[in-house]
């Protein structure tokens, strides 16, 4: 059985199946709907932080597919107060037949996945997002029309999107370059993981703490907030660091002119990215959230599906 835990774990084919998959679930929403590939089947999605994007998606590729999915809110279950991780997960996946989890410790969705008797989703860890990373690279294969070689370049904070935007770009043979100011930089064990897939994929990965270096030359420029979820005891020191990574239009006229901006939502506007740049001809923001029901229902497939095929 597979989990979702890491876009790490994935195979470059598995990476790409569900590339193709979300592609094909896209074109067949696109004319007329869905089959109903996961009748009755029920998807258990537990929060401790809040969501728009990774909720409302999983629940409306849920129904789109034929299935459902349960909303079990912070204060329902309590992860790991009420009851311990390893209960709830056997608990969990007697009643549901896959599980999402967005949680603060990345160790809990681990913790999950080892309980579990169906497959875990990492809805957003305090390491990774690779539901988000998958969505990101969907779009931007579907944007430039080819993956190998691209240079997506990351301006910010080198949080849980940045390494998720890492694996999947050093996976697939993208070139990828983040700007961070020093102190916000990629763990060493992600930076050491992502080196060996970049040799293996023949991709570059370039760190610096020049803004502007940084997205020299970018076909493609992401940025996410300077404060993540589970770091707001942290928002003034950072809000002090992190002004010259902003992207503005200043910053983004150093990329290639037909460079597309990115970001995963929701954004601080006027902090990491201005209102120019977010509504701007090169933003991709709308698109890229929209991208986030058809990987679902590509990883879903993937994890439901394919998997028993
Ligand atoms: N990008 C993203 O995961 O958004 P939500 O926090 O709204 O789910
Ligand atoms: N890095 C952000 C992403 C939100 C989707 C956070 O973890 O809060």
Same mark, same amino acid.
């Given at each position: 059985?597979?989990?979702? #835990?890491?876009?790490?774990?994935?195979?470059?084919?598995?990476?790409?199946?569900?590339?193709n998959r979300a592609? =094909?679930?896209?074109?067949?929403?696109?004319?007329?709907?869905?089959? /109903?590939?996961?009748?009755? &089947?029920?998807?258990?999605?537990?929060?401790?932080?809040?969501?728009?994007?990774?909720?409302?998606?999983?629940?409306?590729?849920?129904?789109?597919?034929?299935? =459902?999915?349960?909303?079990?809110? /912070?204060?329902?279950?309590?992860?790991?107060?009420?009851?311990?991780? +390893?209960?709830?997960?056997?608990?969990?996946?007697?009643?549901?037949?896959? #599980?999402?989890?967005? @949680?603060?410790? *990345?160790? *809990?969705?681990?913790?999950?996945?080892?309980?579990?008797?169906?497959?875990?989703?990492?809805?957003?860890?305090?390491?990774? *997002? +690779?539901?988000?990373?998958?969505?990101?690279?969907?779009?931007?294969?579907? &944007?430039?029309?080819?993956?190998?070689?691209?240079?997506?370049?990351?301006?910010?904070?080198?949080?849980?999107?940045?390494?998720?935007?890492?694996?999947? $770009?050093? &996976?697939?043979?993208?070139?990828?370059?983040?700007?961070?100011?020093?102190?916000?930089?990629?763990?060493?064990? @992600?930076?050491?993981? $992502?080196?060996?897939?970049?040799? %293996?994929?023949?991709? %570059?990965?370039?760190?610096?703490?020049?803004?502007?270096?940084?997205?020299?030359d970018a076909q493609?420029?992401?940025?996410?907030?300077?404060?993540?979820?589970?770091?707001?005891?942290?928002?003034?020191?950072?809000?002090?660091?992190? +002004?010259?990574?902003?992207?503005?239009?200043?910053?983004?006229?150093?990329?290639?002119?037909?460079?597309?901006?990115?970001?995963?939502? +929701?954004?601080?506007?006027?902090?990491? #990215?201005?209102?120019?740049? $977010?509504?701007? /001809?090169?933003?991709?923001?709308?698109?890229?959230?929209?991208? %986030?029901? *058809?990987?679902?229902?590509? #990883?879903?497939?993937?994890?439901?599906?394919?998997?028993?095929?």
């Amino acid at each position: 059985m597979k989990h979702l #835990i890491s876009i790490a774990d994935l195979s470059p084919e598995e990476l790409w199946h569900i590339l193709n998959r979300a592609r =094909q679930l896209k074109d067949e929403w696109r004319s007329g709907g869905n089959k /109903p590939i996961l009748k009755g &089947k029920v998807m258990g999605m537990i929060f401790q932080k809040p969501s728009l994007r990774t909720r409302i998606s999983f629940d409306v590729a849920m129904l789109q597919l034929g299935g =459902q999915a349960l909303y079990i809110s /912070p204060d329902e279950i309590r992860l790991g107060e009420r009851e311990s991780v +390893p209960d709830v997960a056997r608990v969990l996946s007697r009643y549901v037949d896959v #599980i999402m989890a967005r @949680v603060f410790a *990345h160790r *809990h969705i681990v913790e999950l996945a080892t309980y579990s008797r169906v497959p875990v989703i990492n809805g957003l860890s305090d390491y990774s *997002h +690779p539901c988000q990373g998958i969505a990101d690279v969907f779009t931007i294969w579907e &944007k430039l029309g080819y993956l190998k070689g691209v240079k997506l370049s990351y301006v910010g904070d080198a949080n849980n999107v940045a390494v998720s935007l890492l694996f999947a $770009a050093t &996976k697939l043979g993208m070139d990828f370059t983040i700007g961070h100011p020093p102190g916000y930089g990629l763990p060493s064990e @992600v930076l050491a993981r $992502a080196k060996e897939f970049a040799r %293996r994929s023949g991709s %570059r990965i370039t760190v610096t703490h020049d803004p502007i270096a940084a997205v020299r030359d970018a076909q493609v420029v992401y940025t996410d907030v300077w404060t993540s979820m589970g770091q707001e005891a942290e928002r003034a020191q950072r809000e002090a660091v992190f +002004p010259p990574y902003q992207v503005n239009a200043t910053l983004l006229s150093y990329a290639r002119p037909d460079a597309i901006v990115m970001h995963c939502l +929701p954004a601080h506007r006027g902090q990491e #990215i201005t209102d120019e740049v $977010a509504d701007g /001809p090169q933003s991709v923001l709308f698109d890229q959230a929209e991208n %986030r029901l *058809h990987a679902q229902k590509g #990883i879903l497939a993937f994890l439901m599906v394919d998997q028993f095929a």
